[in-house]
């Protein structure tokens, strides 16, 4: 393998490393999975909707992947 291949291989690998950190992040120990139907009833009662939150939230993990995956495939 060449140097050139190696580092690629190195950033690409440390860039997965950084996904599956993310993946870990919020462990269900520490964080439980909520009362879906209790949220949605309170959130609403605010003006929010769950379903709101639920894209905010995705898009923010979505981004953050896309930017590692693409910090990892970088050619420099």
């Not at 996904?19 to 964080?31: G, M, N, R, T």
């Not at 639920?54 to 590692?68: D, L, N």
Request: proline letters at 4%.
């Amino acid at each position: 393998m060449s140097i050139d291949h190696e580092i690629e291989f190195d950033r690409m690998e440390e860039a997965l490393r950084r996904i599956v950190q993310w993946s870990e992040a919020y462990p269900l120990d520490i964080f439980p999975e909520p009362d879906l139907k209790k949220a949605r009833a309170l959130l609403e009662a605010g003006g929010i909707t769950l379903d709101a939150v639920s894209a905010y939230a995705m898009r923010h993990v979505v981004t953050g992947v896309g930017r590692i995956a693409r910090r990892g495939l970088d050619n420099g």
